[in-house]
């Protein structure tokens, strides 16, 4: 009888781990999912086991502590700690299991704050990182150096994606401890059902940012684990081995600002509070890489904002703080 594939997806109630699973449904595998009651991935001894027990044949590390300016801000230790934790564990435990092909999911935030534009994989530990979210980043960087060491070490066939700013299903709506799109979505629609005049966003409005519809990852995500291994060597190297996703197309904060309160049907004005933090002028992804093996994103930004805001619309009762 044939093996179906058994695929365990690490974080698979969030944004990215969720379209990764409804995707991998459409699919003749075997999903193995565990929410945080039932596999604590923080705990070293829980995922040893949880690995050794489950035979499992393919990893997709979606699983990370994630959040804005804001959060990134508040809880530096909270973001380091937990990131480099769950990313140990879990590569370690995979590799102790004889898993042969592992996905870690990363972010644009890995490169350098004044990295040349658009940012290339090579750009990776050139330069100083955006302070706001250093913490983060590192831990990034660690989870990809941590694939290409056991790469290296023991012939592991463990692949990384770094994606660019991501939004649609799922996303996180916490009024405080959000990204800037489901931050904006839910702030436009409260002022709407409010009748407010004004809408006041973070930041003077002139960063640059890309923006990449979650399913498009999701996409992207298995298109790089399914590549032969003779593609993906071809396309990266040893110590250079992670591949970006995003659109290659960015805008302004103003014209994502402006374009979200269009989609939300909000009236008023919008103000740009120049006291708060910008971050980093511009991180636009190279995706030369990703377009050479085979991939392009399919949602241009309006529709995913509307497919999101869509979303919120279905689903802000479950959340509502």
Known sequence: MKHTKRVFVAGHQGMVGSAIVR???????ALVLRDRQSLDLLNQQAVADFFQAEQIDEVYLAAAKVGGIAANNNYPAEFIYQNLMIECNIIHSAHLAGIQKLLFLGSSCIYPK????PMAESALLT???EATNEPYAVAKIAGIKLCESYNRQYDRDYRSVMPTNLYGQNDNFHPENSHVIPALIRRFHQAKQNNDDE???????KPMREFLYVDDMASASMHVMALEKSAYLANTQPMLSHINVGTGIDCTIRELVETVAKVVGFKGDITF??????GAPRKLMDTSRLTALGWQFK?????GLKLSYQWFLDNQDSFRQ
Do not use: R
């Open 23 to 29: 995707q991998l449904e459409e699919k003749n595998v």
């Open 114 to 117: 004044q990295a040349q534009q």
């Open 127 to 129: 330069g100083l990182l």
């Open 199 to 205: 809408v006041i966003a973070w930041g003077s409005g």
């Open 273 to 278: 509070d120049t006291s708060k933090p910008d």
């Open 299 to 303: 949602t241009p930004l309006e529709e």
